[in-house]
């Protein structure tokens, strides 16, 4: 059986625009989804990526508003018209919450959704307990025991590991996907992702030049 790791932060506009599209991937090819929540600032500056705050304006409206836009569009997903008014709010509790629930046994590929539409159509504040209990009364998944074990040490240790292994990986952002060990970054790789799970594409043999000694 063929299993996916899934990198991803439970406020990425992405990973909420492939969400849907990749568990349907997942139950297509009876692949097994492993959700793997990361803290998303450290992996995007150990890549080399810029923080919102540093990039120019054109960059931002463009692949933060417009790309965004045209996805929904396209994946047919509501979406609110501007940044999520508590984006910038830690992703601790949140992320706690799906790892506690995946310790207890707990699919949560619904309750994942529910985050991320949650945060992305309905506004709701990741850090606010009462958001999530709704954002998961929403799939029929009382969160409450889930709360209370969202930030024990346990659960935030496996936050933080998760986090390590995607910067370990040079993962770029979320939301990211591996399979056999390739990664695929982006919701827009998604085809390419599904692809290579009805024919694997041939072994790495590009080679560039070390980027120091290009530079």
């Known amino acids: 059986m063929p299993e996916i790791q899934y990198f991803y932060s439970t406020h990425s506009a992405y990973a909420y625009l492939g969400a849907r ?19 998303l600032s450290p992996v995007i500056q150990s890549a080399g990526g810029l923080s919102f705050a540093k990039r120019t304006q054109p960059h931002v409206d463009y692949f933060f508003g417009r790309e965004i836009e045209r996805w929904a ?18 992703l601790h509790l ?4 799906l790892i506690a629930a995946l310790q207890a046994g707990e699919q949560i590929d619904d309750l994942s959704f529910a985050f991320l539409q949650g945060h992305w159509r309905d506004d709701i504040d990741l850090m606010n307990e009462d958001h ?8 029929g998944v009382n969160i409450k025991s889930f709360l209370e074990h969202a930030l ?20 770029f952002g979320s939301p ?16 390419l992702l ?9 072994s790495p043999g590009f080679k560039n030049p070390s980027v120091k000694s290009a530079s």
Do not use: W
């Not at 999530?132 to 799939?139: E, H, P």
């Not at 024990?152 to 993962?171: C, G, H, M, P, W």
């Not at 056999?180 to 970054?185: K, R, V």
């Open 21 to 39: 599209r990749l568990m349907e991937i997942c139950a297509a090819h009876g692949c097994t989804l492993v959700h793997r929540p990361v803290e």
């Open 132 to 139: 999530l209990i709704a954002a998961g009364a929403g799939v």
């Open 194 to 202: 599904e692809h290579a799970l009805l024919q694997p594409f041939p």
């Open 94 to 97: 949140s992320s706690g919450v």
């Open 176 to 191: 990211s996907y591996i399979l056999d060990g390739d990664m695929y970054y982006g919701q827009d790789h998604l085809e």
């Open 152 to 171: 024990d040490s346990e659960v935030q240790a496996k936050f933080e590991a998760n986090t390590q292994e995607a910067i370990e990986r040079y993962l």
């Open 73 to 90: 569009a396209f994946r047919d997903l509501p979406i609110i018209s501007h940044r999520p008014t508590h984006h910038d709010n830690a």
